[in-house]
């Protein structure tokens, strides 16, 4: 049986030598007034999938377009491995780059899309075949090489993107809101389609979105930036459970805030105290943070020993399908917010609309945050 050509093989497995690590060190851009990366520092890992997360406007977009080379910041470095490469163009950093557009070619078939790369490296036709056939296998698409773009799907499209994107063996890959185009089931399926192929594969990956769950669903770690700048870096889970600010925790997920002062014999809301597992409040007030899956609905008259309890009155129940959402008004005016997955039948049982609620937080996940809100 004949041994098979190296250029595809490659596409099999990742290895040390198909990924870099990235160091980034104070990269500066301004427009005139607007400082769109503020002194940004990141290593990232061989081999890591590396989430850059923010609003509008937050640089993330920016950022990664300095690593691929289409923006030259004012100042600072980006290393690949150990290679300098903030004055090298972009076609000479060897990444492979996918568009939030796709940009594939309307007037080439599939082979000829995803051969590109290879061809204008000047690689034989025997290579460019074999490199092709590969990675058409590789992204569930082998056949396909005769379409024409505008006979594919939009998840075809976008498989068919990423193939020309890792056909040429990057050691970076950097995507760019490539799942943005897709509908929310397709979308989804697709994130875990990438995260596999990513683990397959073995390069060095930085993908940019503006979506919290994409960003927890394939990320090794996420960067959180907001004002051109870095807020927090850190693991899904811990970014999520342990956000270190009340902005990463707003834009990690639903959340509910609450007053919290501060004082050396501990923390309290509303002249009652509480118990925190963790805090990175700055001074003598600080925000606790509710996530709505956390809070416990207590039993009317119960004599439990929760925790950190609130009673208030139920203003109204949001039903979304998989699970429902209940509102809380507290009695000084603050509302919370608690999602329930309820079992059929249960709905009787529920409290009515104006009767008297309890609900708690437990000690471990009660945590205080700085309130940067509005900083």
């Not at 609003?55 to 290679?83: V, Y």
């Not at 693991?235 to 990690?252: C, D, H, K, L």
């Amino acid at each position: 049986m004949p041994q098979p050509n190296n250029t595809a093989s490659a596409l099999k497995g990742p290895t040390e030598a198909q990924s870099l690590p990235i160091a980034i060190r104070d990269i500066t851009k301004t427009y005139g007034s607007v400082t769109a990366l503020n002194k940004v520092s990141l290593d990232i890992k061989s081999g890591e999938f590396m989430t850059l997360l923010g609003p509008s406007g937050s640089g993330k977009t920016s950022l990664l377009m300095a690593l691929a080379g289409f923006l030259r910041p004012d100042h600072g470095s980006i290393k690949f491995g150990e290679e300098e490469i903030v004055l090298k163009p972009p076609h000479r950093r060897g990444i492979g780059m996918m568009f939030q557009s796709y940009a594939l070619f309307p007037h080439m078939n599939v082979f000829a899309n995803i051969a590109y790369p290879l061809k204008i490296r000047g690689r034989s036709k025997s290579e460019i075949k074999a490199a092709v056939d590969e990675v058409l296998e590789t992204v569930q698409l082998l056949g396909y090489g005769s379409r024409r773009i505008s006979e594919l799907s939009g998840g075809q499209r976008q498989r068919i993107a990423l193939a020309r994107a890792v056909v040429s063996r990057p050691k970076i890959l950097l995507m760019d809101e490539p799942l943005s185009a897709l509908d929310k089931n397709l979308r989804e399926l697709m994130q875990v389609e990438l995260r596999a192929m990513h683990e397959r594969l073995g390069m060095t990956t930085v993908l940019v979105t503006h979506d919290q769950r994409e960003a927890l669903t394939m990320s090794d770690r996420i960067a959180v930036l907001r004002g051109g700048a870095i807020s927090q870096i850190d693991t899904p889970e811990r970014i999520y459970n342990a956000p270190g600010s009340a902005f990463v925790a707003a834009f990690m997920g639903e959340s509910s805030f609450l007053p919290v002062t501060v004082s050396a014999s501990g923390y309290g809301y509303a002249g009652k105290p509480l118990k925190v597992a963790s805090s990175t409040a700055v001074g003598e007030t600080g925000l606790l943070v509710v996530r709505p899956e956390k809070l416990e609905l207590l039993n009317s008259g119960a004599d439990n020993q929760a925790s950190n309890v609130f009673d208030g009155t139920f203003e109204r129940l949001l039903f979304q399908g998989d699970s429902c959402l209940f509102f809380v008004r507290l009695a000084d005016g603050n509302l919370l917010t608690m999602r329930r997955h309820l079992t059929q039948g249960e709905h009787a049982s529920l409290p009515q609309v104006g009767s008297p609620i309890a609900v708690a937080l437990p000690e471990n996940e009660t945590f205080v945050v700085a309130n940067d809100r509005e900083a």
